[in-house]
């Protein structure tokens, strides 16, 4: 077992999503295999077309996003590559195309992201509501505070939530040093901070 320093251990989080305040959105999204998931956390052992193409509605005159599509997050190989030089190793990667149907635009330089990891820390005082019970015994939440117990995140840098499995969590100390090094427009990442106990 590997020894994380207290920094990590300690560690916030924040619930991440693409750009809230973006009026561009990828369209339709490739389809996957019937028993291919992005959100169990679990690697994707499964043979995927290769790029993965994305309909996307932009044209060259605007800046593309860096992260789109929280269910099947979508990255550009330049948010993958600040992220892994920060110290986030479980991500596994998919080539991506983003394609403007329309135009027949397409940019290649993205991937499709599965984050590895699927993490139980939910601490009873989230305000959280049960919906659903999985077949192995879990319970699938609806949450409207988060409150994450820090000690049972164990210092990841990012997962996702076991709770609300469409949920994922980056460590704070990643994203204000993303916010350091972020080009001109931003990484398009919205991020709501979660309370730690």
Request: hydrophobic share 40%; aromatic share 6%.
């Amino acid at each position: 077992m590997q020894l994380q320093s207290l920094d990590t251990m300690a560690r916030t989080y924040s619930h991440v999503v693409p750009n809230i305040y973006s009026e561009l959105d990828i369209g339709e999204e490739p389809e996957l295999p019937a028993d291919v998931s992005f959100t169990r956390g679990e690697v994707i052992r499964a043979q995927l077309p290769s790029p993965l193409v994305y309909d996307v509605p932009y044209t060259e005159d605007e800046q593309l996003p860096h992260f789109e599509s929280p269910i099947v997050p979508v990255m550009s190989s330049r948010l993958v590559t600040a992220l892994r030089k920060l110290g986030v190793d479980n991500l596994q990667l998919f080539p991506a195309e983003l394609c403007n149907l329309q135009t027949g635009q397409v940019w290649k330089d993205f991937f499709a992201v599965n984050v590895v990891g699927l993490i139980s820390c939910t601490s009873s005082l989230s305000d959280a509501a049960e919906v659903a019970t999985r077949p192995g015994g879990g319970k699938l939440l609806t949450i409207n505070e988060l409150v994450i117990d820090a000690a049972k995140a164990a210092g990841a840098p990012i997962f996702r939530l076991a709770e609300s499995p469409s949920k994922i969590l980056l460590a704070t100390d990643i994203l204000d040093a993303l916010d350091r090094t972020a080009p001109p427009g931003g990484w398009g990442i919205t991020a709501y901070p979660t309370r730690n106990v």
